[in-house]
């Protein structure tokens, strides 16, 4: 189903990769798996599909929890009827 406020979705994947810091060379993509309160915290974060470097899956973890802890991705919307956001967001590097 999509998720009518663009807006939202834009800031989450901006807040997130400013809290992500990779300084190596390599590039590895991974995907992640978290939930979005009402209030705008994080839970139940994962990565369900690793980047092979485990040093690389935790940043990415640390980025959401970070952005989640910090307040960063702010309440849901008010007319985001459901009990949280499922979001799933590939990672890598930026160039």
Excluded at 49 to 55: A, K, V
Excluded at 70 to 82: K, N, Q
């Amino acid at each position: 189903r999509e998720f009518p406020y663009p807006d939202y979705l834009a800031n989450v994947v901006r807040q997130v990769r400013r809290y992500f810091r990779w300084n190596e060379d390599s590039r590895p993509k991974a995907t992640i798996y978290f939930e979005i309160t009402p209030d705008g915290s994080v839970r139940r974060i994962r990565v369900v599909q690793s980047s092979g470097n485990i040093r690389f899956d935790f940043a990415v973890q640390g980025a959401v929890e970070t952005a989640g802890n910090r307040g960063e991705f702010g309440p849901l919307p008010e007319g985001y009827a459901a009990g949280f956001l499922p979001v799933q967001l590939e990672i890598e590097p930026p160039r």
